[in-house]
Each structure stands twice: as structure tokens, then as C-alpha cells.
């Protein structure tokens, strides 16, 4: 093909662009295949003990028995039989052991014996059938009236577990300035050094509660900035509801996880983790099951419904109550989603028209929903296969990753 382009024009325009893709590929590496849980829950570090996901268990099945009614109601997919199952067999996806403001300012000889505990409860989780699939600790923040302690925290931890136990991770609360996070990849790398671990173990959630952290002094967003200087150690940013509304303004009376303030901070970091794998989670609501136990079930249902439907899948408990509307909200949120992907993403791997046409970033996003589905337990594979036997998981999982399907590999696929 003739062209009028000089071929070192042409040249010089390949070089700049080669370095931009491979700079946005280094930045913007997508989701990867970690598997987020749908949610954290979180336990003051006095009141953490091995048997903690076992007894959050059995509160939240003896408040679903209690409250079927409530919960019937609220069960718009019939999913109330597999929460059971789910609040039977794995309760919590997900544990911090708290040592910031669940847990409070002890003497340092208290915290220390607490830190010490907490790290053989963490190694017991490991051991027990149902257990979480990734825990940690929340310790305090990195101001200078605390920091010293944090990290003392932090490392007796790392002693009473007898090292770095598969699925932990640590958060850090009250982040302010892209800067304090150069000085967790420091921490880790010290550690790491410290206890003879490979590189890359230890792995950090920064929880963004202040404004500081949303719009920087110079107008900037520091969070894509802080996403960077974590050097691959930021697993997620975990939202906090109640520091960062009432450093706001907003009064006590109407500080909620809906607050437009609230949906302005989850949205900025939204954008900011978009395509860098690092997950976003919502924040808690101080409502639990108590005097009212049905407005506080519905309030839940509903804050986690509104969550996923903003592209949150990921959000804290604070009590065993949670637990129970948040498998319920979640699974009708999946299945209900799944109903409306699997005969589109059928439509597109045909390429016929059921009166929408996809494109591919559309097909990426129902393919991810189903496997979100999948991956949490709303639908199982064999429900999935019966529906639709075309959409196994490497198919549903190249479609996400917008992996090019042949026919062949498709054939394959189906006949399997």
C-alpha cells in the first residue's frame, strides 16, 4: 500500500506511542483473576478469638430463623434457602481484627498481649473448616500520635501468627497524603526483610476517610497517585463512612453510607482504581439489628442493593445481623443480573439481535457480572451449564478480559 507518510515520521510516531502502551499496560494492568469477597466484617481486637466466624455464624442463622418473615419479604429471587446454606458453611468471606476506633487507645502492654492474640486467632482461621478466605487487621493510623504504636501492632501480629499466614492483608486507617503511602511500601519491604519473607507478601488496604485524600491542597486526586506509589501493594480502598462525613460537616443525624458526600468520595475513588486491580469497598452502617431489628434489615438490604448497583461489590458488617442481608442482597442482586446477561452474551457470541446490540465492553461487563455471580455463590456452575452450556468460565473469563474467542475454541467450550 502506497502511503505520503515519511517512514521516519512514522517511526518517531511508533516510538511515542510504544511508550504510552506499555506505560498505560504498567499503570493499568485490569482486575486480574483475585476474587473479591462481597464483603468485610469487621471485630473489636478484645473480642476477636478463634472461634469468631463460627459464633457470627450462628447469630446470624438464629436472627434469619427469628426474622423469616422480615427476610421473606425481602427475598425477591428466592434466595433465602442459599443464604442459609452460605451462613451454614462460610459465614464470612472476609475478617479484619480491629485495633482502631472498634478497639480504642489501651495501655501498650494490654495491645500488646491483644496484638500477639490476634495473630494466633488469624492462624487458627486458617485451620478450621468454613473459615475466612482472607482476614487481617485494621491497625491505627500513621499520624505521629500513633504511629509508633501501628506499627508495633502490626508486627507483634506478624509474631503471634508465626509469620505471614496465606490471604492476610492489614489496613491502614485515616490515609491524608500520597506520601504516607511510600512509607507503607518502606514498612512492608522492612518486614519483609526483617522476617527472611519473599518480596511482595505483605499486602495493604489504605482507608480513605478524609477529605485530604479525595482533593489534595493543590486541587489534585491523590488517590490515583497513592495507587502508584503502592508498588503493587494496594489490594483495596476501603471507604469510611463516619470519619469522612463528620470531617465534612455533616451532622451526626444525617451521616449515612447515601450521603451525596459519601457518593462524591466513593466515586472518586472509583475512577481512581478503575483498570489498576485494586478494589473499592463501601463502608458500614452503624444501624444493626437491635430493638428494630426490621428497619435495620431493610436499611441494610437496601444500602447494599444501591452499593452493587453503583459498581460496589465489596462493603463492611459490623455485626452478625449484616451478615444475613448481606448474602440476601447480594445473591438477588446476582441472580437477578445474571437473568438479564446470559441471554445477551448468548446473543453475542451468535452475533444475533434480540433488540439489543452489545458491543465488546458491554459483553465484558455481563461477563464479569456472571462470574461475580459464580464466583459468590448466587449461581452455581451447574445451574449456569444447564442455562447455557456455551458460557463456561474460560468463556465467561475471556469474554471479561476481552480475549479474542474462535469458533474452535468456543466448540470446544460447549462440547465439554
Keep these: 500500500m502506497s502511503t505520503h507518510l515519511p517512514e521516519h515520521i512514522r517511526a518517531r510516531i ?7 502502551d506499555a506505560d498505560l499496560r504498567a499503570r493499568y494492568p485490569g482486575q486480574g483473576n483475585r476474587v473479591q469477597p462481597v464483603h468485610t466484617a469487621y471485630v473489636a481486637a478484645d473480642r476477636a478469638t478463634a472461634d469468631t466466624p463460627a459464633e457470627w455464624g450462628a447469630t446470624a442463622l438464629e436472627l434469619l430463623d427469628r426474622h423469616t418473615g422480615i427476610l421473606t419479604d425481602l427475598d425477591a429471587t428466592g434466595s433465602l434457602p442459599a443464604v442459609r446454606d452460605r451462613l451454614t458453611d462460610q459465614p464470612i468471606q472476609d475478617l479484619r481484627i480491629d485495633f482502631e476506633d472498634g478497639y480504642g487507645f489501651r495501655a501498650d502492654d494490654e495491645e500488646d498481649a491483644a496484638a500477639v492474640a490476634a495473630g494466633e486467632a488469624l492462624t487458627a482461621w486458617v485451620e478450621k473448616p468454613g473459615a475466612p478466605t482472607s482476614f487481617g487487621v485494621r491497625t491505627k493510623g500513621l499520624a505521629a500520635g500513633e504511629r509508633r504504636r501501628a506499627l508495633r501492632t502490626l508486627e507483634l501480629v506478624l509474631e503471634g501468627a508465626g509469620g505471614v499466614p496465606p490471604g492476610f492483608v492489614f489496613t491502614v486507617p485515616k490515609i491524608r497524603a500520597a506520601e504516607q503511602v511510600s512509607a507503607l511500601v518502606d514498612l512492608c519491604s522492612g518486614l519483609e526483610r526483617g522476617y527472611g519473607l519473599p518480596d511482595h507478601t505483605l499486602r495493604f488496604e489504605l482507608q480513605i476517610e478524609s477529605p485530604q485524600a479525595i482533593i489534595a491542597p493543590d486541587g489534585s486526586a491523590p488517590i490515583a497517585r497513592m495507587i502508584q506509589l503502592a508498588a503493587g501493594r494496594c489490594s483495596a480502598l476501603h471507604f469510611g463512612t463516619y470519619d469522612y462525613t463528620a470531617a465534612c460537616g455533616i451532622a451526626a443525624t444525617d ?64 455485626h452478625p445481623g449484616h451478615l444475613v442481608t448481606r448474602w440476601l442482597a447480594t445473591y438477588d442482586f446476582f441472580r437477578t443480573a445474571t437473568d438479564v446477561a446470559v441471554p445477551r452474551l448468548l446473543a453475542y457470541l451468535d452475533r444475533r439481535s434480540g433488540g439489543v446490540v452489545d458491543e465488546p465492553a458491554t459483553a465484558e461487563a455481563l461477563a464479569t457480572t456472571v462470574l461475580r455471580g459464580l464466583r459468590c455463590g448466587a449461581t452455581t456452575a451447574d445451574e449456569l451449564g444447564t442455562r447455557a452450556p456455551e458460557l463456561s468460565e474460560p468463556v465467561l473469563e475471556a469474554l471479561a478480559a476481552r480475549q479474542p474467542l474462535t469458533t474452535l475454541a468456543v466448540h470446544e467450550e460447549e462440547t465439554r
Aim: aromatic fraction near 8%; charged fraction near 25%; include cysteine.
Design 14 to 20: 511508533d516510538a511515542v506511542l510504544d511508550s504510552v
Design 255 to 318: 451521616q449515612a453510607l447515601d450521603h451525596p458526600a459519601a457518593d462524591h468520595a466513593k466515586a472518586v475513588m472509583q475512577v481512581a482504581a478503575a483498570q489498576t486491580g485494586v478494589w473499592i469497598c463501601d463502608g458500614s452502617t452503624q444501624i444493626v439489628p437491635g430493638d428494630e431489628p426490621e428497619a435495620a434489615f431493610r436499611n441494610h438490604h437496601r444500602l447494599v442493593e444501591r452499593a452493587l448497583r453503583r459498581g460496589y461489590y465489596q462493603g463492611w458488617d459490623m
